[in-house]
């Protein structure tokens, strides 16, 4: 349905009388309800996590029934911090990041990571620490010189996070955009940026899992040449797609090294199946979320304050209960289970890509998401196509996407990505879909459902265009 559709549907006047709870229930059932998407559907098979685990349903509802404050301990969260503090540690465990014992864990500079709403939070505050770092101080006296808080970034498939995070810490929008080879840092370009910008990185982002094909870093090899480098500059992984590996002994190769970097963002509503929204900024050194805390006679200085190492955030809620239940629910083998099938599910879905003569894929799937074009009648995935194929792949491939979204049956993610394989021509920009495998209700017979819809869609698509 057209947004303008919905949108003078929904942009009405506040009635003057009022309405019963079961009067406005009712609203929500037959006007909005309709209108929402349904990521736990098998034919939503584009983008994000279900949100469906009954365990952290039943958090997400007694966390806002319980009205717990996170922002301190005594009075206003006096079991909730403890909660988080738990699950925090169950995720740092995760990327093998020691915690002390729990007799040593005395307050919250003990703990080493906090929740936040999303993973863009979490990456704003680690590209804090990482000014901090970078010119201590800054947090009081404001940044004096934007041009020694570069941060280097792989080039076309970042996350905008880091960049939004730049300008709202003062930085300025100081990107240096390094190369990449399927979908990871050429370490020969990474090398030789930081030896160009000498003194002027304050930190380098890897991604375990980039936002587009999922992609994991060769973390270890980036964090060793970045420590040869310069051993100042603060390593920052995003990990809010990699987290998954990390469930599984058999996958969690894959972020080998990852505990080498000083702050690591994970998004578990990414991947757990939990309600939007729930992040988690975790970090190396329990000691430095110092560098950017928070003194207000509004926030008590208590031990076990979350609100003192919060930036960005006052109140709020029991978001971490959610994590905490479902982690419960699923304990390590469940977890494990639950990455092992998504891996799978993902390599199927790619196996079916691979042996349809029209679809070319365009990533290694590391994790769940296989991204793929439909190639237009006459234009072969050979490697060399020129300026008016690529332009043609696009077109079909906006087209499809354009009538996904206006049917509404099925749903596949469309973005914009270099192409890193080479499978059209390297470095070209295209404009795929993306599979993800997250839903276990999704089954092969959706796969080729799904593939089969493309193909009537593509034949009407080229029609049309014809």
């Known amino acids: 349905m057209a947004a303008t559709v919905i949108r003078d549907r929904l942009l009405t006047d506040l009635p003057d009388a009022p309405m019963s709870p079961e009067a406005v229930l ?25 949100g469906d685990d009954q365990c952290a349903l039943m958090g997400t509802l007694l966390a806002d029934l319980t009205q717990q404050n996170m922002i301190n301990q005594s009075f206003d969260s006096p079991s909730a911090t403890f909660v988080e503090i738990a699950t925090v540690r169950w995720l740092r465990e995760l990327l093998g990041y020691d915690n002390p014992a729990v007799a040593q864990v005395c307050s919250v500079w003990d703990v080493g990571g906090f929740i936040t709403p999303g993973g863009t939070t979490s990456n704003s505050v680690a590209m804090m620490l990482a000014r901090e770092n970078a010119a201590p101080d800054t947090m009081r006296t404001g940044v004096r010189d ?18 939004a995070a730049l300008t709202w810490i003062g930085c300025g929008a100081n990107l240096i955009e390094v190369a990449t080879n399927g979908f990871r840092y050429d370490l020969a370009a990474l090398t030789e940026a930081l030896r160009e910008h000498e003194g002027s990185v304050m930190a380098v982002v890897a991604y375990a899992g980039d936002s587009r094909t999922q992609t994991v870093e060769n973390l270890r090899a980036v964090a060793d040449l970045v420590r040869d480098s310069d051993p100042g500059i603060w390593l920052h992984a995003d990990a809010c797609w990699g987290l998954l590996a990390t469930f599984s002994p058999r996958l969690s190769g894959l972020v080998d090294g990852i505990a080498e970097f000083d702050s690591v963002t994970v998004d578990p509503h990414k991947i757990m199946a939990i309600p939007y929204g729930l992040s988690a900024l975790l970090v190396r050194d329990p000691s430095v979320l110092r560098l950017v805390s928070t003194y207000s006679d509004l926030i008590m200085q208590e031990d076990f304050a979350f609100g003192q190492v919060t930036p960005f955030i006052g109140t709020k809620g029991w978001l971490s209960l959610k994590l905490w239940m479902m982690m419960l629910g699923h304990g390590r083998a469940g ?21 349809h003569p029209r679809l070319v894929r365009i990533n290694e799937p590391d994790l769940a998401a296989v991204a793929f074009a439909y190639l237009p009648v006459g234009i072969a995935a050979d490697g060399v196509a020129d300026d008016p194929a690529i332009a043609r792949v696009n077109a079909l491939n906006v087209a499809i996407h354009d009538r996904i979204i206006d049917q509404g049956q099925w749903h596949l993610h469309q973005f914009t990505v270099p192409d890193d394989l080479g499978r059209l021509r390297r470095g070209a920009i295209l404009q795929p879909l993306r599979f993800m495998a997250n839903n276990p209700k999704v089954t092969e017979d959706h796969m080729r459902a799904v593939l089969a819809y493309l193909d009537d869609l593509a034949a009407e698509a080229e029609g049309i265009q014809q």
């Open 335 to 355: 977890l494990a289970a639950l990455a092992e099938r998504r891996v799978a599910a993902a390599a199927r879905f790619a196996g079916l890509v691979d042996a």
């Open 146 to 163: 934007p041009s020694r808080c570069a941060v280097v970034v792989p080039a076309a498939i970042g996350h905008y996070s880091v960049k």
């Open 26 to 50: 009712a609203e929500f059932e037959s006007t909005l309800l309709p209108l929402c998407k349904n990521e736990a559907s098998p034919r939503f098979m584009g983008f994000g996590d279900t």
